[in-house]
């Protein structure tokens, strides 16, 4: 079944709303042809005005809630059959949006410039006009550097200054996490739950 552009936009515009209902974002909207079958693969992430994941009932809910409309409106998939795949972005996604740095607040990224200047960051903000204040530090698992002067100061960068940049996984969250929500209670991007 091949399924045009126009079809998976419309998909997408009918069912953010759905997933925003359960105070989640559709992200993505896929239909493919796997082994003769159709898959339709949403990806759901959390508002950009929040830090950790989404709790997998809510996800769950979400999948219910996509699965009664395609089964309500066959006009989307020409009644054809289909499997559903509910998801989130991942540990390790890759960042190419302002909203998408929003969601990393507090999170370790590993980031190339639009100079070529390659980078380990922590994301600490992102301003209204989508400039990340981060924080140099080294990568998981590699020697710490000596630095004059104690840790590396913030930095600015424009996200039209990014080339690629991608969230790196923790298994200990660092000493110290400065507040990125701008309250005292945030989550903590190593925690599970």
């Known amino acids: 079944m091949t399924v045009a552009p126009e079809t998976v936009e419309n998909l997408r515009s ?3 709303p759905l997933v925003a209902s359960v105070d989640l974002m559709c992200e993505d909207v896929t239909v493919r042809s796997a082994g003769g079958r159709t898959v339709v693969t949403v990806v759901v992430d959390l508002p950009e005005d929040r830090t950790g994941s989404a709790d997998l009932d809510t996800v769950a809910e979400a999948s219910r809630l996509i699965s009664d409309r395609l089964d309500a409106d066959e006009s989307f998939l020409d009644g054809a059959a289909y499997e559903l795949e509910v998801t989130t972005p991942g540990a390790e996604r890759t960042l190419t949006e302002p909203r998408h740095f929003r969601r990393a607040r507090g999170r ?9 200047e390659d980078l380990v960051a922590r994301v600490l903000a992102v301003s209204d006009d989508d400039v990340l204040t ?16 104690g840790p590396a100061a913030p930095r ?5 200054e990014v080339a690629s940049a991608k969230v790196l996984i ?8 400065p507040d990125v929500d701008g309250d005292a209670t945030h989550d903590d991007p190593t925690e599970e739950g």
């Open 170 to 177: 923790e298994f200990t969250a660092p000493a110290e996490l």
């Open 156 to 160: 600015e960068l424009p996200t039209a």
């Open 14 to 16: 009918a069912l953010a």
């Open 134 to 149: 981060l924080r140099p530090e080294d990568a998981p698992g590699s020697k710490p550097r000596a630095r004059r002067g």
């Open 108 to 116: 370790l990224a590993r980031i190339r410039t639009a100079a070529g």
